[in-house]
């Protein structure tokens, strides 16, 4: 087995997991434990196949079954971070567009986030979203859509709360930060 392929592939794993856990702890066992499946199950992947498609479908089946896992294991389900949201203290600093955008993005449905992150992030083709996530074609892009739209509605519900309004050098910044989760495939 040569290993050169799969260790090319590590940073965009790498990548993909932090944008879709949002922790880098949580995100590096993540691609531990996506590079140890590929490694034991080697010789599921098709030779001549796209190694890269198939990687990213072993991490997206992980996540998905370790958030099924810890939904089973949380006595009451998930807390939704909208109920508890008068109870977080507000930082005193801006934290700026970029977490401003990472904080929207873990807001967004795991199914929502994933399709998102593969399309934009990661340039993928919507076949092989649909590939990677077992889905239709037809429901990633519906699930494309929906994300870009709540996304944009996340981003810009802070703006409009705020009483001063942005100067065009910020409001110029975070419209770069964003340029590329509006880009259409």
Not at 4 to 21: D, F, G, H, K, S
Request: aromatic share 4%; charged share 25%.
């Amino acid at each position: 087995m040569n290993r050169q392929p799969i260790v090319e592939q590590i940073p965009a794993l790498r990548r993909y997991a932090r944008a879709l856990t949002g922790d880098a702890w949580a995100a590096d066992d993540l691609v531990q434990d996506t590079l140890e499946r590929a490694c034991s199950k080697w010789r599921l992947w098709a030779a001549g196949s796209d190694l890269r498609a198939w990687l990213f479908t072993v991490m997206h089946n992980l996540f998905a079954n370790q958030l099924r896992r810890a939904t089973r294991q949380t006595p009451g389900g998930t807390v939704d971070i909208d109920e508890l949201a008068h109870e977080l203290a507000a930082p005193d600093a801006n934290p700026g567009p970029a977490l401003d955008l990472q904080r929207c993005l873990l807001r967004l449905p795991q199914e929502q986030r994933a399709v998102l992150l593969l399309v934009s992030l990661e340039d993928m083709s919507y076949a092989e979203v649909a590939k990677i996530t077992g889905v239709p074609i037809g429901t990633v892009m519906s699930r494309l859509s929906r994300a870009r739209s709540r996304l944009q509605a996340l981003l810009d519900a802070p703006a409009r709360s705020a009483e001063p309004q942005p100067d065009s050098a910020s409001a110029a910044s975070a419209a770069s930060t964003v340029a590329p989760f509006r880009r259409l495939q």
